[in-house]
């Protein structure tokens, strides 16, 4: 993401309702993931601003970790805990360390997506689990993408291979924000080709988040709460975004050859 635009995120991530939707998915994320203990230990790997962060705290143990001292300046600034400045391919932790880990709207921001999530299967302990999202489809590539430095943008069938391409075995990928998908669909269409006809230049193009009037902004957010419900039951068919759930898998059992088990007694020793 651009330097610049950190200010942006922090101020917009209490109100806006596209973080809010997206705090109440991840919340109900959460408590759908089967095999955790009451307080799992958790992983927001790429923090940002740290809202996310202080949510995922109601939950359990979270560690906000991210590569720019100015997204961690701000975290800090909103009192999130258990900040740490390091990289998810270097990691400061231990392997097994998290219940759950995060990577929301990560990595599609470096060249190697798999090595990130390779880095984050050695952090999981197994049988815990990875919550992803990514923006979906390269047909809805804007100025907010160059903005926040996106390298590509996800169809479900490339993340589930890159995902278990890492190791993970999926439990559940899905399409999401997907009630606002047709008008995002025509907005940003309309946007690419303003921009092939009428170009311009890095320092002039802004992200997608605005401010909203009130009624608008609430009106948003209830929508994607009734979308949220849906998802509950059933995966969506197409989104702005996508959402998948895996599992680091468990270590397997040893199945031992009876002929490698079979123990050679002495014979008894013959009675005088």
Same mark, same amino acid.
Not at 251 to 272: N, Q, S, T, Y
């Given at each position: ?14 109100? $806006? ?5 997206? *705090? @109440?998915?991840? $919340? ?7 095999? !955790? #203990? #009451?307080?799992? /230990? ?9 809202? &996310? ?5 109601? $939950? ?20 999130? %805990? ?10 400061? *932790?231990?392997?097994?360390? *998290?219940?759950? @880990? ?6 599609? $921001? ?7 999530? %390779? ?5 999981? %302990? ?22 926040? =430095?996106?390298? /590509?943008?996800? =169809? ?9 391409? @890492?190791?993970?075995?999926? +439990? ?16 940003? =269409?309309?946007?690419?080709?303003? /921009?092939? *006809?009428?170009?311009? #230049?890095? +320092?002039?193009?802004?992200? +997608? ?14 929508? &994607?709460?009734?979308?949220? =419900? ?7 068919? @197409? ?7 895996? /599992? ?16 050679? !007694? ?7």
């Amino acid at each position: 993401m651009e330097q610049r635009y950190y200010e942006t995120y922090y101020q917009h991530e209490t109100r $806006h309702w596209w973080f809010r939707w997206r *705090f @109440a998915l991840i $919340h109900d994320v959460i408590t759908q993931i089967k095999g !955790m #203990p #009451p307080r799992p /230990r958790m992983l927001d790997a790429g923090c940002g601003t740290g809202q &996310m962060l202080k949510v995922l705290q109601r $939950h359990g143990d979270a560690v906000g970790l991210d590569l720019s001292p100015e997204a961690i300046a701000f975290a800090a600034s909103r009192d999130a %805990k258990n900040l740490v400045l390091g990289s998810v391919t270097q990691p400061p *932790f231990s392997p097994g360390s *998290f219940d759950i @880990a995060l990577a929301l709207d990560v990595i599609e $921001h470096v060249d190697d997506d798999q090595t990130i999530l %390779k880095g984050l299967l050695e952090l999981i %302990k197994p049988g815990g689990a990875l919550i992803l999202t990514v923006p979906a489809y390269e047909s809805l590539w804007s100025d907010h993408d160059k903005i926040n =430095r996106h390298r /590509r943008r996800y =169809r479900t069938g490339q993340l589930r291979a890159c995902v278990e391409g @890492a190791g993970f075995e999926i +439990d559940r990928i899905t399409y999401c924000n997907t009630l606002l998908f047709p008008p995002v669909y025509l907005i940003r =269409r309309a946007q690419s080709l303003k /921009r092939h *006809f009428f170009p311009k #230049p890095d +320092d002039k193009i802004s992200s +997608d988040l605005h401010s909203y009037p009130g009624i608008v902004n609430s009106a948003l957010y209830r929508l &994607m709460l009734f979308e949220n =419900r849906l998802l509950r039951r059933w995966d969506m068919p @197409a989104g702005v975004s996508i959402l998948a759930v895996a /599992r680091r898998p468990l270590v397997p059992e040893v199945d031992l050859d009876p002929v490698e088990m079979r123990i050679e !007694m002495p014979e008894p020793a013959g009675v005088a």
